[in-house]
């Protein structure tokens, strides 16, 4: 499979996301999704302290055991867990409280990338990169990232970086897709060309909605996600963009590809784009996702593609 970067490390273009682990699956799916990531070529898998309240991590790190050294275990911390009375998230002392907690759970002695989940507005960036640079030194992490940042708060990272002599964040992993396509608006996709940063895309599957496999609001298929998610699955679905939907899988299928390669591809064929990462209940979509992502789509198509989709219905 191909890789891309993200600073020092070498990344598979497409990685596993682990938020369904203890979420929605157990350990024993777990480990089948994981192998059938492994014999596919992916090597970035990208957990979260928060997800499955630990247990992602937990089984991610029983699922690697024995194959520590073929994979990119990349984790987060500061978002859903909450620090202790009087903490900040990106306070130095919260930090290695929170990376020593994550290490515990993989029962790993590093991780690949640690990742800051959300801007902590009360600690100065300086001193959450400070401590980064300390913990790389101490060999507990090799890569940083972080997650939910706005061009502005991006280039305030940045600019706090070079001030302080200190390592930069490297990537940046925002919600990106055919249906959500802020970033290519936002300035964040321009700030991350401009500066090298790689781009991780989150949720580029719409939750399924890019699979092609909703056709309608009034037939969600039986025990799908966003069936099951209820009145949160609605944030992913509505009639608009289901037209969208329909239009993309017709243009795709006149070029012999299906919905579930547009969606995949068009983030992968962007050069700023570092890995798609989706998440898997099961083998197969496992293989599916990582077969539908070699189309190489010029710069005409991702044009007309963004017509469609900015067509009035």
Not at 18 to 37: E, L, P, Q, R, S
Not at 49 to 60: H, I, K, V, W
Not at 144 to 173: H, K, N, W
Not at 274 to 280: K, N
Request: proline share 4%; charged share 20%.
């Amino acid at each position: 499979m191909e890789t891309r970067a993200i600073g020092i490390l070498d990344v598979s273009v497409v990685g596993l996301g682990c938020n369904n682990f203890g979420m929605t699956i157990d350990a024993d799916a777990t480990k089948a999704v994981v192998d059938a990531a492994i014999d596919a070529g992916i090597t970035y898998f990208d957990t979260a302290e928060s997800y499955g309240n630990g247990q992602s991590e937990e089984f991610l790190g029983r699922a690697l055991v024995g194959r520590r050294d073929k994979v990119l275990v990349a984790t987060k911390w500061g978002f859903t867990a909450s620090p202790e009375e009087g903490k900040r998230c990106g306070a130095p002392a919260h930090v290695r409280q929170s990376l020593e907690a994550s290490l515990t759970r993989l029962g790993m002695d590093y991780v690949d990338q640690y990742q800051l989940h959300r801007p902590d507005p009360d600690t100065a960036l300086a001193d959450t990169l400070g401590v980064l640079a300390e913990l790389r030194q101490e060999g507990k992490i090799r890569e940083i990232g972080c997650t939910g940042f706005s061009a502005a708060e991006l280039r305030a990272a940045a600019d706090a970086a070079v001030g302080a002599a200190l390592a930069p964040f490297p990537a940046v992993q925002n919600h990106y897709s055919l249906i959500t396509r802020s970033p290519e608006t936002d300035g964040v996709l321009d700030l991350c060309g401009e500066l090298g940063i790689g781009f991780v895309p989150y949720f580029p599957l719409e939750s399924g909605l890019l699979t092609g496999k909703y056709k309608a609001m009034d037939a969600l298929p039986e025990n799908s996600r966003l069936s099951r998610w209820g009145k949160r699955g609605r944030a992913f679905i509505d009639e608009d963009k289901l037209v969208i939907v329909a239009r993309l899988e017709a243009w795709a299928a006149q070029r012999g590809h299906s919905m579930l390669e547009l969606a995949m591809s068009y983030l992968a064929s962007n050069p700023v784009v570092s890995t798609v990462i989706a998440g898997c209940t099961s083998p197969a979509q496992v293989h599916s996702n990582v077969a539908a992502a070699g189309w190489a789509l010029t710069a005409a198509e991702r044009a007309e593609v963004r017509a469609l989709i900015d067509r009035p219905a």
